[in-house]
């Protein structure tokens, strides 16, 4: 059974930083791209980042390039996000997903439950 199992999220000021986790178990971690997602209060979910481990290639949203960073850790089988000079725009709930490389959701297999990243002004 395959299960991804998010951590680190949290309140943060805006300007401050976080570092969220992503768990794998029950599939060849190294065999799957690995992307975060998130989504606003009443938004759709949106790519945020993804890392080919098979390349080592990642990719950014816009928003998000030069603040955030993914990587990751084979022998843990854990991805992380760290979120730098976060914003209130920020806010939202972050899913991980493991599946092929890309930043459209169709791409992605299997998908985490999330967890609260929520930033004050």
């Known amino acids: 059974q395959v299960q991804l199992v998010e951590s680190g999220g949290g309140l943060v000021q805006a300007g401050g930083s976080l570092r969220l986790s992503c768990a794998a178990s029950?599939?060849?971690?190294?065999?799957?791209?690995m992307g975060w997602f998130r989504q606003a209060p009443g938004k759709e979910r949106e790519f945020v980042a993804a890392?080919?481990?098979?390349?080592?290639?990642?990719h950014y949203a816009y928003s998000v390039k030069g603040r955030f960073t993914i990587s990751g850790d084979n022998a843990k089988n854990t991805v992380y996000l760290r979120m730098n000079s976060l914003k209130p725009e920020d806010t939202a709930v972050y899913y991980c997903?493991?599946?092929?490389?890309?930043?459209?959701?169709?791409?992605?297999?299997?998908w985490g439950q999330g967890t609260q990243v929520t930033v004050s002004s």
């Open positions: 890392i080919s481990w098979s390349s080592s290639n990642t």
């Open positions: 029950g599939l060849p971690f190294s065999s799957y791209a």
């Open positions: 997903a493991a599946g092929n490389y890309g930043k459209e959701e169709p791409m992605y297999d299997y």
